[in-house]
């Protein structure tokens, strides 16, 4: 019996290499040979057994998939490597981890809960909108929002020419000029609570991701890391598919 075939780019994110999106781009550079052939598309299916080879480097055999907790400080980028020099996330993680990559990204100054994973197309599965898992956030800002302000959030608004999704808001007190509430929001764009309190005329000054659907920041340090057990990780997922299929 033949091992079972998969396309290229989810082999390749499956062991760890780097995204399916980032494969698909490799390949298109033709950085990508199978078995001595350079690919030139990421439909190309292939088995595991097969020489899978990026930049003339043989991948490592997909790993089983683990996923970590990251209590992420302020000051650091989330990326594999930043051109300006400043230091990483992964500059910042235990020596002795499995090559990592991050589920979606915190801005510089944002702390709190950033998901890491060996598993590239579970990292870009857990990304995608459609997922639906929702984000919460503890967020101090310069102002205090209205109720027609949280009404407004919530319903959904567009800001410099970006539509942003329903984004529920709690204020919890204020203190001084400064206002600490709770948002929550299911989208995840690029700078989107900043831009959405911006919007409202409030300058967001402390930033900190507590949860990320199921997983939970809790107590954990800065700058700690903690694995979630296997059994833990395909019963959450598990439990967040059956929700899916009975709303």
């Excluded at 979606?104 to 100054?109: K, M, Q």
């Amino acid at each position: 019996m033949s091992a079972p075939k998969e396309r290229i780019a989810k082999i390749i994110a499956r062991a760890g290499v780097c995204s399916r999106r980032d494969a698909e781009r490799l390949i298109g550079e033709g950085r990508v040979t199978v078995n001595g052939q350079v690919l030139e598309t990421p439909a190309f299916l292939v088995a595991v057994s097969d020489d899978i080879r990026v930049d003339g480097k043989t991948i490592p055999r997909p790993d089983t998939t683990r996923l970590f907790l990251y209590h992420k400080p302020a000051g650091l980028v989330t990326t594999a490597r930043d051109e300006q020099g400043r230091a990483t996330v992964f500059d910042d993680l235990p020596s002795d981890l499995p090559r990592l990559i991050s589920v979606g990204r915190l801005d510089l100054n944002t702390e709190g809960l950033l998901l890491l994973t060996n598993d590239g197309a579970l990292s870009r599965y857990l990304e995608l909108p459609s997922t639906g898992w929702e984000r919460l956030y503890r967020v101090r800002a310069y102002g205090t929002p209205s109720e027609s302000d949280i009404e407004a959030l919530g319903a959904g608004i567009t800001y410099k020419g970006v539509h942003y999704g329903p984004v529920r808001v709690t204020l919890d007190r204020g203190r001084g000029d400064n206002s600490w509430m709770t948002i929550s929001l299911h989208e995840g764009k690029n700078r989107e609570i900043r831009n959405v309190m911006e919007s409202i005329g409030l300058r967001v000054n402390r930033l900190i991701r507590v949860s990320y659907g199921p997983f939970i920041l809790g107590d954990l340090p800065p700058g700690a890391v903690v694995e979630i057990k296997a059994a833990e990780l395909y019963k959450k997922l598990a439990d967040f598919f059956r929700q899916q299929r009975l709303s």
